[in-house]
């Protein structure tokens, strides 16, 4: 059973940074791309970065030069620094995993970012 857990979110102050973390197991046909997406209140559930097994990476426009995704393939895990962080960026921060053409979802991590 596939299981994504987040980590790494939290309240700060504009200006600041964190670091998401989510951890990926389950699955024995390993994880092709994994991403971050985020969902405001009252918001669609929106990319922010994804990554491929190989490491290509893809950011949205909001998240070019302040935030940084990676990942550690022997730990199935990737992470998202972000800095710089803007009170636009409160969102509940979910990790999407692909394995083969099926895609799941983690439980979100709360990002708070005040003014």
């Known amino acids: 059973q596939v299981q994504l857990v987040e980590s790494g979110g939290g309240l700060v102050q504009a200006g600041g940074s964190l670091r998401l973390s989510c951890a990926a197991s389950g699955s024995a046909l390993g994880f092709n791309v994994m991403g971050w997406y985020r969902q405001a209140p009252g918001m669609q559930r929106e990319l922010v970065a994804r990554i491929s097994s190989a490491g290509r990476t893809e950011y949205a426009d909001s998240a070019k030069g302040r935030f940084t995704i990676s990942r550690d393939n022997a730990k199935n895990t990737i992470y998202l620094q972000m800095n710089n962080l803007k009170p636009e960026d409160t969102a509940v921060y979910y990790c999407?995993?692909?394995?083969?053409?099926?895609?799941?979802w983690g439980q979100g991590t709360q990002v708070t970012v005040s003014s």
């Open positions: 999407k995993a692909q394995v083969v053409l099926s895609f799941y």
